[in-house]
């Protein structure tokens, strides 16, 4: 029988609080600014992926939660393209070692949180993609030279190559070679980050990232001046809450690039609306919080979809968490470890409107916080016969 090469790892969801947004190479996927991410706990939101290759495999393959996916595209293509070259070198300099690269790959995926959620996988996706073949081919690039691989896969995958805190820094060569994510601080640095996410019921599939921001580059008149002038001040900036561990600093910088990234969106023309009333909703509720506290203890912000992230620290979970908890107690999402743990507390002077339009247009809650990068595991989802294990 032939041998069949398996390696595993989960990956995990980063969000952003400095936004990615803009190409100014689509097919490199080069960004227009750089960007900066919290990873989260892979307890609560992650892609576990095994890749194998094997002599007897007829074509390259990729199974995701049960249904197969296309390999054809550019993207999966570029990643399978660089990881076979840095395979195929390693065989060059020791020709005892099994000519891997030559072989296809069977890839198999699965998401731990429903994909209905729209809650960006593609992330978590392409990294652990790209971290799992890597451990396939024992490759000793470090995390920052695969996230130039996985940048090509989506954008926002590079960042999730590492766990904390982690920039994505846009680099000025045309090849992409210094367009790569760093570790601006490990996730022991400031471990009390939180995060509650307020899915949005009627997460209707809208304009895709990847086109909404070619859009919002082509006509968008406010974008350049984002682009150009103020990320690169908040970059600098929100490294500095980061290293300081100052959370009014890090949220306003979060919800001023959310509120500056969406305004680019509706300065599109045509505009993108990705804010639905229910995030809005969420704006004013976390407005509330912050105006009860008498300082930011709580941050929002928001992706290419409505679902709201509500970032925190641990030591302020009622006042946050908690006041969510008071009237949103009944959604799903609070029986997770991290969910029942949360203190119901009473919000207060909230504005009755915004918290009625969380009662109707929020489907689920997921509470989160802070966490590690990519795990290898044992775990394998393809058995010793090369075929896909059934779950
Ligand atoms: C709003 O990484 O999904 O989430 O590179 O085209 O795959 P592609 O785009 P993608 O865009 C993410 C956009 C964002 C902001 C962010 O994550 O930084």
């Known amino acids: 029988m032939s041998e069949i090469y398996r390696a595993s790892t989960t990956a995990p969801v980063n969000i952003a609080v400095i936004k990615?947004?803009?190409?100014?190479?689509?097919?490199?996927?080069?960004?227009?600014?750089?960007?900066?991410?919290?990873?989260?706990?892979?307890?609560?939101?992650?892609?576990?992926?095994?890749?194998?290759?094997?002599?007897?495999?007829?074509?390259?393959?990729?199974?995701?939660?049960?249904?197969?996916?296309?390999?054809?595209?550019?993207?999966?293509?570029?990643?399978f393209r660089e990881l076979r070259s840095l395979r195929s070198e390693l065989e060059k300099s020791d020709a005892s070692l099994p000519k891997l690269s030559t072989q296809k790959l069977k890839i198999v995926s699965e998401n731990n949180f429903p994909t209905a959620a729209g809650l960006a996988s593609s992330a978590a996706g392409f990294a652990a993609l790209v971290r799992a073949i890597a451990d396939l081919y024992q490759l000793t690039a470090t995390p920052t030279e695969l996230s130039r691989?996985?940048?090509?896969?989506?954008?926002?995958?590079?960042?999730?190559?590492?766990?904390?805190?982690?920039?994505?820094?846009?680099?000025?060569?045309?090849?992409?070679?210094?367009?790569?994510?760093?570790?601006?601080?490990?996730?022991?640095?400031?471990?009390?980050?939180?995060?509650?996410?307020?899915?949005?019921?009627?997460?209707?599939?809208?304009?895709?990232?990847?086109?909404?921001?070619?859009?919002?580059?082509?006509?968008?008149?406010?974008?350049?001046?984002?682009?150009?002038?103020?990320?690169?001040?908040?970059?600098?900036?929100?490294?500095?809450?980061?290293?300081?561990?100052?959370?009014?600093?890090?949220?306003e910088l979060t919800m001023r690039d959310s509120n500056g990234f969406h305004a680019t969106c509706a300065d599109t023309y045509p505009p993108i609306f990705y804010l639905n009333d229910t995030s809005r909703a969420a704006i004013r509720v976390v407005e509330n919080i912050n105006a009860a506290a008498g300082r930011s203890i709580a941050a929002y912000t928001f992706d290419a979809g409505p679902n709201a992230v509500v970032y925190y620290l641990a030591e302020?979970?009622?006042?946050?968490?908690g006041v969510f908890k008071g009237f949103l107690g009944e959604k799903e999402g609070w029986g997770s470890e991290r969910g029942g743990k949360v203190k119901v507390v009473e919000g207060k002077d909230l504005d009755e409107n915004a918290v009625q339009g969380l009662k109707d247009g929020v489907s689920r809650v997921i509470l989160t916080g802070v966490g590690e990068g990519p795990i290898s595991v044992q775990d394998h989802l393809v058995d010793e016969k090369g075929e896909a294990v059934a779950r």
Not at 168 to 193: K, Q, Y
Not at 316 to 321: K, N, P, Q, R, S
Request: proline content about 4%; glycine content about 8%; some cysteine.
């Open 20 to 79: 990615y947004w803009g190409k100014r190479d689509p097919s490199l996927n080069l960004p227009t600014n750089s960007s900066l991410s919290v990873t989260l706990s892979q307890s609560d939101l992650r892609t576990h992926t095994t890749a194998s290759c094997s002599p007897t495999y007829n074509s390259d393959s990729l199974l995701l939660n049960g249904s197969p996916q296309d390999t054809s595209g550019s993207r999966t293509q570029a990643c």
């Open 149 to 251: 691989i996985a940048r090509q896969g989506s954008g926002s995958a590079c960042r999730s190559l590492f766990g904390g805190y982690v920039s994505w820094e846009m680099g000025s060569a045309a090849d992409g070679s210094d367009s790569l994510a760093t570790e601006v601080a490990p996730s022991s640095h400031w471990p009390n980050i939180r995060a509650i996410i307020l899915v949005a019921s009627s997460a209707k599939k809208g304009v895709s990232s990847t086109s909404g921001m070619q859009q919002t580059v082509a006509t968008s008149e406010l974008f350049s001046h984002r682009a150009k002038v103020l990320v690169p001040e908040r970059m600098t900036k929100m490294k500095d809450a980061i290293k300081r561990k100052d959370f009014a600093a890090f949220a």
């Open 316 to 321: 302020d979970e009622g006042a946050v968490a």
